[in-house]
């Protein structure tokens, strides 16, 4: 299916009248938003200083409200934030990790290796499908 095909068929599944924004974490309610939901959750350790981090922001904003019923999306950024980003992205930037009741369900750099992220169709692609893989193994956990 083509990138546009894709989008669009996403964006049948939502409000066009709704706009979705990535909730932005800070080290004091990682905790909370994160490691005690029972739904899970999406969060991009990024920098602001990464242009490769600003595509990922692009990407989700673009698919992320097809996604928010199944799952939470967070962003913190490393460069004010250390304490988690230490513990859970390590020094590369992008970094997604999905959490479901506190444990890691997958953790990632730049999608598994599988591809550098361009914001290309093709990366577009492997990302929702990444998505939806994840999401078949966290309904497995619930």
């Known amino acids: 299916m083509a990138i546009s095909q894709q989008i669009n068929k996403i964006n049948q599944r939502v409000n066009p009248v709704q706009k979705f924004v990535i909730k932005e974490l800070i080290d004091a309610n990682f905790e909370t938003e994160v490691l005690k939901k029972t739904k899970p959750v999406y969060v991009l350790f990024y920098s602001n200083t990464c242009a490769l981090c600003a595509d990922m922001l692009k990407t989700l904003n673009e698919i992320g409200l097809a996604f928010n019923k199944e799952l939470e999306f967070y962003k913190i950024n490393v460069n004010n934030n250390r304490s988690y980003a230490s513990k859970y992205a390590g020094s590369g930037m992008p970094c997604s990790v999905i959490f479901q009741k506190g444990d890691i369900i997958r953790n990632t750099r730049i999608l598994d290796g599988q591809s550098v992220w361009t914001g290309n169709a093709a990366n ?11 999401l078949n193994v966290a309904g497995e956990k619930w």
Do not use: K
């Open 124 to 134: 577009l692609q492997y990302f929702i499908n990444w998505i939806n893989n994840v």
